[in-house]
């Protein structure tokens, strides 16, 4: 009997009952590879010629040959050795406790030899995930464009692509955007594109099983071991089996039969169950699965898989999920309905057109939440219950129109298992207690009763209240209105329930009661305010401050709709959005956001985030107090993507355009006097900020640094976004900012002006900020280093890139020449004439302001 070896990933055994094993590996047909023999405990090592590979094609068995694959154990042992003779000092290194997940990266790119880089291939395995993640962009790029590399890292891809969703997800987008670049240079597919396919048809399907622990179970109000509350009702269980006896599979089903009025003993409850379940299962398993809706988002499923496998049965729930239904499929289409709506948006004329489209768009999506999806950028799990579609907003840009939108989620254990919230419409009715909506008692009951959907309302604690119900019982209640949020034919559609005379006299007494109840208590505190006496001069006092200093809310521009949006306080927001949402009485209710941006490569972006969550590490390590603020970015594909937003801030355009005020000004008003605490302290947070983004600035070159790329939040941080032209890509490859980075004479009068301590401070930081760069440049480089290899992106198309980096750090220059260097930075960059000209460009061309 003659077995012909193929060379194939998976291992091949033969079993035989003689002591002496043969061991060969996967890829058994070259001929430079390594048989181990073990006979009796002793290991003989032999290596394979020509004639002996040959005659291993077709193998003869027998019963004294057997053949069995080498373990992974083995091979590691053989690669130890390999490293400790040819290099020890490698090994040691790999082996230490110092030896990072960046020097992991950096020696799996940097060597040539097969037996490192399959040292360093199983190495990953010991890192943690997120560890691991941070540097996945480079991992792809080196699977998909080294031959060598990649077959040492698919084992960990395919590893954990079968044990996590989001994994295999992140994977295939960025698979997705960077094979685009190989594709240009060889349209014949590769490893990478075979890998990409496998994902995404699962072939490595992640595994979703779920342990439910006492942790897990008090995150939200659904406990995935007990019954659920409609079958609660047709189980009734005595007090002291509540306190004393476990909620268990047994002594449910025991339960269950009690109430039938059979008395039957553990061991037949428990085969019985066992026998219902199983027969429920195999009802499921060939009961006619109902259509799929994926992607289409009139049919209110589009982002439903139909996996029922963590449905309840008699009360419990699988704990593994068995069926075939696709599991990256209901995310991949979320995200995908998203982007679809960026990629309509720019062919809209006007910017309130733009809007109202994308919320009749977010409207649409609607219908077809809650859903088992997520925003990746938030690491806790979650569904998506509603979008806030009266919130979105399309944000500035000329040829494109990237927008913002508030996401409502509902935290939970589990996104695959845990319960969705049943499905809620935006039309509820909502209890008024507010001082603002008790009329005066001259006005007639009745009037108000036939008006009151006119007035403000405030939202409801509780899911469902039956008004008439409870007020013939004699319980209080508030008078009912509906939301101010529904139109008028939705108001026609909604049922205004009916009142009877006993209801109707009740409600009278308890608005009068109410009203007094409210009159009386303000007379007690004017009363008291009445003692303390106020002069004039005080009373003038106080409104001058309140006009002259707090926040100042932006009014709503039609041709800048984002700036009022923007600029509102995400505390008051989050606490606007829940009052009016048909999900904020849920206790786990959370608010999100995310900015979705199509047409832009966000594969800058993203490799600028790595570079600032690498330095943000460095300087605290090396405690220098500077302030930067990575932002999150997803990478879907080569032209659009996801990207955090950063919260109660605007840009400097906004400010300027909105409060018609100088920067100085500004601060002024928003955080108050010259010596007040805030004050210092904003002025404080702004020189940490200018100070580390200058340094980021001039290490990536990054351009377009007009006024609208420049945010400033509510504590006086400086945030730069955008960074989709740096290295050597410039706008329109005119190369109007040749400066180090931007600083303009308004950031110095921020500071003080020219002699002030804030300013030599500022330059202290860029100081003390490039000598701890420089320290490790050797972690900031690979990232930037493994990403040109093989790369198109446009930052890379002209020169050395990374030689011009690696000289911007300035190893040959000692501390004090150093210091020399970052004074003449900071003075050309103040009197740069290009900084100014390009700022007039914009203006000019884009309307920013300068």
């Not at 020509?50 to 069995?68: E, F, G, M, Q, R």
């Not at 048809?201 to 019954?227: D, G, M, W």
């Not at 290295?727 to 005119?734: E, F, V």
């Not at 020399?820 to 000019?844: G, I």
């Amino acid at each position: 009997m003659k077995f012909f070896y193929r060379n194939t990933q998976k291992p091949i055994t033969i079993n035989n009952s003689t002591n002496s094993n043969v061991t060969l590996p996967s890829n058994i047909l070259k001929t430079s590879d390594t048989i181990n023999l073990i006979d009796d405990g002793k290991d003989l090592s032999t290596t394979l010629t020509a004639s002996s590979s040959s005659i291993l094609k077709a193998v003869d068995l027998s019963d004294n040959l057997p053949l069995v694959l080498t373990t992974s154990t083995n091979e590691h042992l053989s690669t130890n050795e390999h490293l400790s003779k040819k290099h020890p000092g490698l090994l040691r290194l790999f082996d230490s406790t110092v030896c990072t997940i960046s020097i992991i990266i950096s020696y799996l790119f940097s060597t040539k030899e097969p037996v490192v880089q399959q040292f360093l291939g199983k190495k990953l395995f010991e890192y943690s995930y997120d560890e691991v993640d941070f540097y996945l962009p480079q991992l792809l790029n080196m699977y998909i464009h080294i031959q060598s590399i990649s077959t040492v890292i698919h084992d960990y891809i395919t590893t954990r692509c079968s044990q996590s969703v989001d994994f295999s997800l992140e994977c295939a987008w960025l698979f997705d955007a960077y094979i685009t670049d190989q594709m240009k240079v060889s349209k014949k597919p590769n490893d990478a594109v075979r890998l990409l396919f496998d994902i995404l048809y699962e072939k490595y399907k992640p595994k979703i099983i779920y342990i439910p622990t006492l942790a897990n179970n008090s995150i939200t109000n659904h406990n995935h071991l007990t019954l659920d509350e409609d079958e609660n009702e047709n189980v009734t269980i005595d007090e002291q089996d509540k306190s004393d006896t476990p909620l268990n599979q047994e002594n449910t089903m025991i339960q269950i039969t009690k109430t039938k009025g059979h008395q039957k003993s553990r061991s037949d409850a428990s085969d019985d169950s066992a026998a219902i379940i199983n027969d429920e299962i195999n009802k499921q398993q060939y009961r006619r699965q109902p259509r799929l809706y994926l992607g289409d988002l009139n049919s209110g499923r589009a982002f439903d898989n139909n996996c029922v496998c963590f449905d309840n049965t008699f009360g419990f729930r699988r704990q593994e999920c068995i069926c075939n239904a696709p599991r990256l499929s209901p995310e991949r289409e979320f995200l995908a309905a998203l982007i679809n709506i960026g990629k309509k948006l720019p062919h809209v004329p006007t910017k309130e057109k733009k809007t109202q489209n994308l919320i009749g768009e977010m409207k649409r999506m609607n219908m077809n939440l809650p859903a088992r999806v997520w925003i990746p950028f938030y690491t806790f799990p979650h569904h998506v219950v509603r979008i806030a579609y009266t919130e979105a907003t399309v944000l500035n840009s000329r040829d494109r129109a990237p927008y913002i939108v508030y996401i409502e989620v509902v935290l939970c254990d589990n996104v695959f298992v845990s319960s969705l919230p049943s499905k809620q419409f935006d039309m509820r009715l909502r209890s008024t207690k507010s001082e603002e909506n008790m009329l005066h008692p001259l006005i007639t009951i009745n009037s108000i009763i036939s008006d009151y959907p006119n007035y403000e309302t405030r939202s409801l604690d509780t899911e469902s209240i039956e008004p008439c119900q409870s007020l013939a019982n004699g319980e209080d209640t508030d008078v009912w209105s509906v939301s101010d949020e529904t139109t008028g034919d939705e108001q026609q559609q909604q049922p205004i329930p009916k009142r009877n005379s006993f209801a109707h006299h009740r409600s009278q007494h308890l608005i009068l009661s109410a009203y007094h109840s409210d009159t009386q208590s303000l007379r007690s505190v004017e009363s008291r305010t009445s003692q303390q006496e106020i002069t004039p001069a005080e009373v003038r006092r106080r409104i001058s401050e309140a006009k002259s200093t707090g926040p100042i809310l932006f009014d709503r521009d039609p041709d800048d709709p984002s700036a009022a949006t923007l600029k509102e306080p995400w505390d008051r927001k989050e606490q606007r959005i829940r009052q009016s949402s048909p999900y904020g009485h849920l206790e786990n209710w959370q608010l999100v956001a995310v900015i979705v941006k199509c047409g832009d490569d966000l594969r800058h972006e993203l490799l600028a985030y790595q570079f600032m969550v690498k330095l943000k590490e460095i300087w605290r390590n090396e405690h220098v107090p500077v302030f930067v603020r990575p932002i999150k970015i997803l990478v879907l594909s080569n032209n659009s993507g996801l990207i955090e937003p950063i919260l109660n801030a605007v840009s400097l355009h906004q400010i300027k355009k909105n409060s018609r005020l100088s920067l100085r000004d500004y601060f002024l008003h928003e955080f108050g006097s010259e010596r007040s605490e805030e004050f210092l302290t904003a002025i404080h947070n702004f020189v940490e900020s200018c100070s580390a983004y200058s340094i980021i600035t001039y290490l990536l070159q990054v351009k377009d640094r007009h006024n609208g790329n420049i945010l400033l939040d509510d504590e006086g941080h400086v945030i730069h976004i955008d960074f989709g032209y740096m290295l050597s890509a410039t706008p329109k490859n005119l190369g109007f900012e040749s400066s180090p980075f931007k600083i303009t004479q308004e950031f110095v009068d921020i500071m003080g002006g020219l002699e002030s301590d804030m300013y030599k401070y500022y330059k202290i930081l860029i100081f003390r900020g490039l000598i701890a760069a420089r320290k490790h440049m050797d972690q900031l480089m690979p990232i930037v280093e493994i990403m040109q290899h093989g790369s198109q992106l446009n930052c890379f198309s002209k020169g050395n890139v990374t030689l011009g980096l690696r000289e911007r750090f300035h190893l040959n220059m000692t501390d004090e020449q150093l210091e020399f260097h970052v004074e003449k930075m900071v003075e050309s960059s103040l009197n740069s004439l290009t900084t100014r000209v390009y700022d007039t460009f914009q203006y000019y061309t884009n309307n920013i302001s300068k």
